[in-house]
């Protein structure tokens, strides 16, 4: 089993849960997060203040799947998240030694 972390633009969340779905896949945690990479942040101006925004919104979204569809599921979350700018976002894999179903006791691919 492989485990995706993807950090992505906010405003694609819809687009890549709706391509995840498209390929069977249901299952995922989403949590808003902060952070830059090359990115860097910006500059913004508030009641006439000018101040340094250094920690941008995105989403990590969190996946588990079975490892013969690491490749599709790459692909279709990078199409998906892509918009061609600085920020879009980076996809990690990891490796998953287990998954347990708390419901019923399911271990492995059957768990996910």
């Known amino acids: 089993m ?6 992505i633009q906010p405003f694609k969340l819809e687009e890549v849960k709706e391509a995840l779905k498209g390929i069977g896949v249901d299952g995922m945690t ?6 830059h990479g090359r990115q860097k942040g910006h500059t913004e101006v508030y009641r006439g203040q ?5 920690l941008l919104a995105k ?3 969190e996946i588990v799947i ?13 199409k998906a998240a892509r918009t061609g ?7 990690f894999v990891y490796d998953v030694a287990d998954a ?4 019923n006791g399911d271990r ?3 768990a996910i």
């Open 2 to 7: 492989k485990k995706l972390e993807a950090v």
């Open 30 to 35: 989403v949590t808003e997060v902060r952070g």
């Open 50 to 54: 000018e101040y340094k925004v250094d």
């Open 59 to 61: 989403i990590k979204l």
């Open 66 to 78: 079975p490892s013969e569809r690491l490749e599709e599921v790459l692909d279709v979350v990078a």
């Open 85 to 91: 700018k600085i920020g879009d976002g980076k996809i």
């Open 100 to 103: 347990i179903r708390i419901r």
């Open 108 to 110: 492995g691919a059957s």
